[in-house]
């Protein structure tokens, strides 16, 4: 069955950094774009980005842009999230999702279970 597993989140300090990891199996990985979704307390789920099948195309939320970034590895089934001089305000559970990449931010086909990502102020 289709399973994607993020892992790699926890506490870190505001300006630190953290990489996310989503191993996903179960379907055609590299035929696939990924994307990254947050969702904090209280509030709604946010996209954070995209990478397309090849890792040719990135997209990324304004919100995360110039300290967040999404790679992946087709050989190891993979997807990344490199989050950079992070903030409290990105404190929230992270998500990676797959689907196709015109539909990924509101139609993902599959969603992993989450990792929680703390920044203190």
């Known amino acids: 069955q289709v399973q994607l597993v993020e892992s790699g989140g926890g506490l870190v300090q505001p300006g630190g950094s953290l990489r996310l990891s989503c191993a996903a199996s179960?379907?055609?990985?590299?035929?696939?774009?990924m994307g990254w979704f947050r969702q904090a307390p209280g509030k709604e789920r946010e996209f954070v980005g995209s990478?397309?099948?090849?890792?040719?195309?990135?997209y990324g939320a304004d919100s995360v842009k110039g300290r967040f970034t999404i790679s992946r590895d087709n050989a190891k089934n993979t997807v990344y999230l490199q989050m950079n001089s992070l903030k409290p305000e990105d404190t929230a559970v992270y998500y990676c999702?797959?689907?196709?990449?015109?539909?990924?931010?509101?139609?993902?086909?599959?969603w992993g279970q989450g990792t929680q990502v703390t920044v203190p102020s």
């Open positions: 990478i397309n099948w090849s890792g040719s195309n990135t």
């Open positions: 999702a797959a689907g196709k990449w015109m539909t990924i931010a509101t139609m993902p086909n599959y």
């Open positions: 179960g379907f055609t990985f590299s035929s696939y774009t």
